[in-house]
Each structure stands twice: as structure tokens, then as C-alpha cells.
């Protein structure tokens, strides 16, 4: 089987007592890199030396099949460098092999920048959204967020301590000043920080320079108001489709947050120019 096992994001504290055991029993382990993965198990007292293969996003389409079929035989244990593995880091395209082969795949849980990240935010956790890395060049950096501007969700992101400022300069731009936010850098690290404020204070804050392992958590695009017109438009179209018009009411107010009965009220006014039935 495939094994995704996450690792530390900074503490070596965090590294579960599975974790361990899997590295002390592995006998191959496919490595974002493997230079890195040797240094873990040196620091967490492994003596195993298992086979190495390095797995990273420059060759992992080439060697997905290629570890699938071995994981037909053998264990395969996945690492990244922190974190879980296929999580804006090497992994998806070897469990997609996978999974097509019919090999097993399971995984170690552990810690996560994003969910750690987002519980010590402050916004909202009930629903969200991870989106990774911004696109790098200005134009598209701007679409991507325009594209977000109205999602409901709190929305997480990783981001480079060099670009962190164009960054919320740019978000504050797509979401609004005002956008509530929170950076939050080195996590479980002996500098963790968490900076809660608004996007424009944030982008001024980051100008000063920032360093360590970024990620941002942005507040959700705040509940707009239902145009009453679009609304009762919408009522009409579901009764010129067989609903009932109390029904249709009902249905429309719990998708706007306006009233059923003044849109009830409202749909039966317009019955002298549009037939609607009762």
C-alpha cells in the first residue's frame, strides 16, 4: 500500500508516535527530499535506513506509475518536507496512479499549517477554503483574487515571506481595506507569530519585511443584501413552473433572508399584470 505520512511543520515535538514507528519499520520511502527526510531521521532517533527515492514536483509524473506499481508489492511510506503529503506539496499525482492500479492508499495524520493556521486565526472556521500559493505575475495574481473576492468562506493561503506584501496589497485591493485577516508565520516554531488585522494594516505591517514560513487566513466576503425586485423574480419563475406561490416564497426567503410573507405579499400584487395563481 501507499502510506502518506505527515510530518512536523517546525516542532519535532509533533511528530506522532505512528509517525515514528512507520519510519522505523519502512523499507522504502519516497521523499519530497531526501536530504531532508534524512535529517528526520537522524533528529527523531531512527536508526532504520530505509531506500530513498526522491519524489518532488519535477519528476513526479514521471515516476507516479512507476512508485504505484512498486506499492503493488511493498509499503511505500510518502513524506513532503512538512506537513502532509499532496497538500500544495508532492503526492497527488502518485495517489491518482494509485488509486487507477487499485493500490491501497492510507495515511498518517498530523499536523497541518492550514487547519493550525486557521485555528489560531480568529475568523471563522465552520466553512473554508484552502487556495495554496497566489499566482507570482501581477495580472494574473489579480484575477485570481478577483475571482474570489465574493466567496462567502474563510479562505486560507500560503504565501513567501518576499511576496507577502505585494500580496495583501493586492488583496486588500480585491477584497476591501477593511477585509479581516490574520498572518500567521512560523507556526509551532519558537518565533510563531499571529498578526490579526485588517488587509490594508496587514499589507503595511508586511512592508517592513517579514520572514519565516507564511501562511495567511483571509475573512470570508460578508452576507450582501437580496435585491428585493431580483428576489421576487425569482418567486414568479418558480411559480410559472408549477410551485405553488406560498412554496416559492418560502423557497426564495430562505435563499435571500427577505421576508416570505412581504415577498408572498408582493407576488400576489404583481398577479394583476403576470396571472400568477395562488
Not at 519499520?25 to 527526510?37: G, L, P
Not at 471563522?124 to 489579480?142: I, S, V
Not at 504565501?159 to 493586492?170: F, I, K, V, Y
Not at 405553488?244 to 394583476?272: H, M, N
Request: aromatic fraction near 4%.
Amino acid at each position: 500500500m501507499i502510506i502518506l505520512a505527515a510530518t512536523p511543520i517546525g516542532n519535532l515535538g509533533d511528530a506522532s508516535r505512528r509517525l515514528v514507528e512507520a519510519l522505523e519499520t519502512a523499507t522504502v520511502i519516497a521523499a519530497e527530499d531526501t536530504r531532508t527526510t534524512q535529517r528526520l531521521l537522524a533528529a527523531l532517533g531512527v536508526a532504520n535506513r530505509p531506500r530513498l527515492i526522491a519524489l518532488h514536483d519535477h519528476n513526479e509524473k514521471a515516476r507516479a506509475g512507476e512508485l504505484a506499481e512498486l506499492a503493488r508489492e511493498q509499503d511505500l511510506l510518502v513524506l513532503s518536507d512538512a506537513g502532509m503529503p499532496t497538500v500544495s506539496d508532492p503526492g497527488f499525482g502518485l495517489v491518482s496512479a494509485a488509486v487507477a492500479l487499485g493500490v491501497t492508499v492510507t495515511a498518517i495524520p498530523g499536523p497541518s499549517a492550514v487547519l493550525t493556521a486557521l485555528a489560531v486565526s480568529g475568523l471563522p472556521t465552520d466553512r473554508f477554503t484552502f487556495e495554496g500559493f497566489a499566482p507570482r505575475k501581477a495580472g494574473e495574481r489579480r484575477s485570481f483574487f478577483g475571482a474570489l473576492a465574493a466567496e462567502p468562506r474563510t479562505m486560507v493561503f500560503f504565501e513567501a515571506p518576499s511576496r507577502l506584501a505585494t500580496t495583501l496589497a493586492a488583496m486588500a485591493e480585491a477584497f476591501g481595506a477593511d477585509r479581516p485577516a490574520a498572518v500567521c508565520r512560523e507556526l509551532t516554531k519558537l518565533h510563531e507569530e499571529v498578526v490579526r488585522d485588517e488587509l490594508a494594516a496587514l499589507a503595511t505591517w508586511a512592508a517592513g519585511g517579514v520572514r519565516g514560513e507564511i501562511v495567511v487566513v483571509v475573512g470570508g466576503a460578508p452576507a450582501r443584501a437580496a435585491d428585493p425586485e431580483d428576489a421576487l423574480s425569482r418567486v414568479l419563475e418558480l411559480v410559472a413552473d408549477g410551485v405553488r406561490l406560498k412554496d416559492a416564497a418560502g423557497q426564495v426567503a430562505a435563499a435571500s433572508g427577505l421576508a416570505s410573507r412581504d415577498l408572498y405579499a408582493a407576488a400576489l400584487q404583481a398577479r394583476r399584470s403576470g396571472g400568477v395563481t395562488p
